[in-house]
């Protein structure tokens, strides 16, 4: 069964900074990934995702991710954070196999940006 | 994308009770998930709905707990039968398809409290 691994529940980055949240996930087999961000109160949104292709995606709102086989990992970055930034970012993977539909998510990262 | 309405955002409910939610989508999608989340947790799938045929519970849930319909291919209910405390969560549904270019759209949840 797939997992997902979200280093830190918890990141606190100042306005302007680098962000960056990490995602490894544990497949032998490369699997689709998915980051979704969750504003309080709300349902998910999906910032990007990677299936096939080009393994540096970019998302919405500044994001981007770098799907890593050797590391088995998709980091979320953004060069500069925004205080409308903070959130709960979650990461997810679906296995590539056809007739493959779940989605594990990761256990989440809170992002808070300090003014 | 798929836009996805979901009702009722919010709810308190009596135990014993049960609350039915709604999830209407816009386009015509193949794949509908009902994910529960738990207060500070991360989302965990009930169930894959179909059109057309019984859904498939994960494990943990069952059906006579979480009853789910899927009459057509845009419309899906989620029941939470005879509620107690420990069903208090946010319930979120989820599409997957060509209307969602193959990513996953979620609706904005019910957050439901029972007393």
């Known amino acids: 069964a797939q997992s997902v691994t979200q280093l830190g529940s918890h990141v606190s980055v100042s306005e302007g900074a680098l962000v960056l949240l990490r995602c490894n996930y544990s497949s032998s087999v490369p699997p689709y990934l998915f980051w979704y961000v969750q504003y309080p109160n709300q349902g998910l949104q999906l910032l990007l995702k990677y299936t096939t292709g080009a393994t540096l995606v970019k998302g919405i709102n500044g994001f981007e991710a770098e799907f890593k086989k050797s590391e088995t990992s998709f980091h979320l970055t953004k060069p500069s954070a925004h205080m409308s930034d903070a959130a709960e970012y979650f990461c997810?993977?679906?296995?590539?196999?056809?007739?493959?539909?779940?989605?594990?998510f990761g256990k989440g990262t809170k992002l808070s940006v300090i003014p | 994308s798929a836009v996805i309405s979901q009702k009722p955002s919010r709810d308190i409910c009596q135990r014993g009770t049960s609350l039915t939610i709604q999830c209407q989508v816009d386009s015509q999608v193949t794949m509908m998930f009902w994910y529960r989340q738990q207060p500070g947790q991360s989302l965990t799938l009930i169930a894959t709905a179909n059109q057309g045929s019984e859904a498939t519970y994960e494990s943990g849930f069952v059906i006579d707990k979480f009853p789910i319909s899927r009459p057509n291919l845009t419309f899906s209910t989620l029941t939470v039968s005879n509620m107690s405390p420990e069903d208090s969560s946010i319930y979120l549904c989820?599409?997957?398809?060509?209307?969602?270019?193959?990513?996953?759209?979620f609706g904005s949840g019910t957050r439901l409290t029972v007393v």
């Open positions: 997810a993977v679906k296995d590539s196999g056809a007739g493959s539909y779940q989605l594990t």
């Open positions: 989820s599409v997957e398809g060509r209307a969602t270019n193959y990513g996953y759209t």
